[in-house]
């Protein structure tokens, strides 16, 4: 909750201090800023598919969380308070619900993470090294029964915003 609150206000700080120092222009160039860190935020999903088989999943998530939440802050920049056209205004409303999903299911994967502390011990005494077990808990941990109905809410929120964004991309470079 506190992270949503901070984006907001990091948002319009960033706009205010654009505006006192006459950089407003740059507002366009945080879009793509931010629609790259979010693409690359996206390595995670990758990784946890296996599409890619290098770094952890665990960092890898956390630098999920933090590149899509500082690229929504510079979108909401770039948004600013402009709303001109229904699709992009559409993609922004997609992104915050999108957002605040993430900020959701980081706390469902707390909750899953602490309910498994048991098995760490399990896992240890059973003779893996403490980085296999932790490797195991994370994959646990995202496939609890919670997390797996989160999903069926956060996925295809993500699709319509990844859509609506595309749209938005696209009709700019047609017109
Ligand atoms: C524009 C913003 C965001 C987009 C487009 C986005 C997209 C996604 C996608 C597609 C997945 C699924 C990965 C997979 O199963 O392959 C995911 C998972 C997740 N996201 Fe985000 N996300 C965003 C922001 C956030 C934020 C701000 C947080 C938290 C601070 C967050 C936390 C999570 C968590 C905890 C998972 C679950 C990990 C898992 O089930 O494997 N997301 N996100």
């Known amino acids: 909750m506190q992270w949503y609150v901070i984006m907001i ?5 960033i706009d205010y201090l654009l505006h006192r120092l006459e950089l407003v222009p740059i507002g366009l160039y ?6 790259i860190l979010i693409i690359i935020s996206l390595i995670y999903s990758l990784r946890k598919r296996k599409i890619i088989e290098s770094g952890s999943p665990k960092n890898l998530l956390s630098l999920h969380e933090y590149l899509a939440w500082t690229g929504s802050v510079l979108i909401l920049v770039h948004a600013g308070i402009h709303f001109n056209a229904v699709l992009p205004w559409l ?12 900020l959701v299911g980081k706390y469902l994967l707390k909750k899953a993470n602490e309910s498994l502390k048991g098995r760490r011990k399990e896992l240890v005494d059973s003779g893996l090294s403490s980085d296999e077990a932790e490797k195991k808990l994370f994959f646990d941990s ?3 029964d ?7 809410v956060h996925m295809p929120i993500t699709l319509l915003m990844g859509i609506l964004s595309l749209l938005h991309i696209i009709t700019i470079i047609m017109y």
């Open 142 to 144: 995202i496939t609890v």
């Open 91 to 102: 993609a922004v409303l997609m992104m915050l619900i999108t957002v605040a999903s993430g």
């Open 9 to 13: 206000i990091a948002a319009i700080t």
């Open 30 to 35: 945080l879009g793509y800023a931010g629609t």
């Open 146 to 152: 919670l997390m797996k109905k989160w999903r069926v």
